[in-house]
């Protein structure tokens, strides 16, 4: 797998054309989410490395995190089904709207880079750098499209 930073125009263009292909109906191709609570998802790290969202670090997460960082920027894609921290779950669905969801990811994604991340301690994985923020991103996203079949 090849890893590709979110900073990179071109990167961030493919991300998004992925996102808009997208529609309510889009299914899963494994796990339990649906469309809209997985665009709610990947909304949270972006939050948290923007500065608009607040998680505070588990034991675990100081203990395990910098020891299993590296899978989030190797070229080693993520596993499916893996478990999810519980401050990422996306349990409750009848306040998520496809639409609304997909909207404010777009425009997470587009304003994402250099300049608009502001934490440098990401709740699991501890002290992560920019670039590390952006490869892990994009990891994350292209992690879940695929999921999604984009």
């Known amino acids: 797998m090849e890893v590709k930073n979110l900073f990179d125009p071109a990167v961030k263009q493919e991300i998004i054309d992925r996102i ?3 529609t309510p109906e889009t299914k899963a ?16 790290p972006i939050g ?6 607040q998680i505070k670090r588990t034991l ?3 203990i395990f995190g910098p020891m299993v960082k590296p899978i989030l920027y190797n070229e080693k894609p993520f596993k499916r089904s893996l478990p999810t921290d519980p401050s990422f779950v996306m349990i409750n669905t009848t306040d998520k ?8 990811l777009l425009e997470m994604v587009n304003d994402f880079s250099e300049k608009t991340i502001v934490n440098e301690v990401h ?11 952006s490869i892990g991103t994009w990891k994350h996203l292209d992690h879940h499209l695929q999921q999604f079949g984009v």
């Open 29 to 44: 191709l494994w796990g339990k989410m649906k469309v809209e609570q997985m665009l709610a998802h990947v909304q949270v």
């Open 123 to 133: 709740p699991f994985f501890g002290k992560m750098t920019k670039d590390q923020w």
């Open 20 to 22: 808009n292909k997208l």
């Open 97 to 104: 709207k496809f639409e609304e969801e997909k909207q404010q």
């Open 48 to 53: 948290v490395a923007v500065g608009t969202r």
């Open 60 to 62: 675990m997460g100081r």
